[in-house]
């Protein structure tokens, strides 16, 4: 019922940035919360920034004060700026959506988008 579309991500050197999207489509009017998560290899998959409904927002402990969520209603777009990357930061985001649709909660996965910080 919702489809996602996560770009912006690449090569980036420690301490440079990108900033992510996701294009966000659908049965839209159902989500409460959408997420960026991260995944790098033989780890799981870890929450990194939510924004609900209201426009609050939280941060990993990992990510506080250099990533920012953010979301563009009129577009149907979320958004991650990602400031001093860290190798450590090297990852494939995820953006992620949470609906209701009547009393069913849904959980909605993009595809993906690979972030390499490296020199």
């Known amino acids: 019922q919702v489809q996602l579309v996560e770009s912006g991500g690449g090569l980036v050197q420690p301490g440079g940035s990108l900033r992510l999207s996701c294009a966000a489509s659908g049965k839209l009017f159902g989500i409460y919360a959408m997420a960026w998560y991260r995944q790098a290899p033989g780890k799981q998959r870890e929450l990194l920034a939510t924004i609900f409904s209201n426009s609050n927002t939280n941060y990993a402990t990992s990510v506080k004060g250099r990533f920012t969520i953010s979301r563009d209603n009129a577009n149907n777009t979320l958004y991650l700026q990602m400031n001093n990357l860290k190798p450590e930061d090297t990852a494939v985001y995820y953006c992620?959506?949470?609906?209701?649709?009547?009393?069913?909660?849904?959980?909605?996965w993009g595809q993906g988008t690979q972030v390499t910080v490296s020199s």
């Open positions: 992620n959506a949470g609906a209701q649709y009547g009393l069913e909660d849904y959980d909605f």
